[in-house]
């Protein structure tokens, strides 16, 4: 039978070396899709307040849901 030698520390750098390649390439890929799925989000206007109470407005709404105010078009 043959002994077991422990990794000398060339070895050990290369496998650490290894783990941050296959562990860090992923996570920096997940951070930049998620950089750029929330600018693409930031880049669209929101639909603009009622004129009348102020509430959130559906975009294309035809009247507020909130006072039931008709507005314009």
């Known amino acids: 039978m043959y002994a077991y030698v422990a990794p ?10 290894i783990g ?5 390439v992923p996570i920096a890929a997940l951070v930049v899709v998620l950089l750029i799925a929330r600018k693409s989000g930031a880049s669209r206007p ?3 307040p009622c004129p009348h ?3 959130h407005m559906v975009p294309q709404a035809q009247f507020c849901h909130q006072c039931g105010s008709r507005l314009p078009v």
């Open 20 to 24: 941050l390649i296959c562990v860090g």
């Open 53 to 55: 109470c102020g509430s």
């Open 46 to 48: 929101g639909s603009p």
């Open 8 to 17: 000398g520390p060339l070895e050990m750098l290369i496998l650490l070396l």
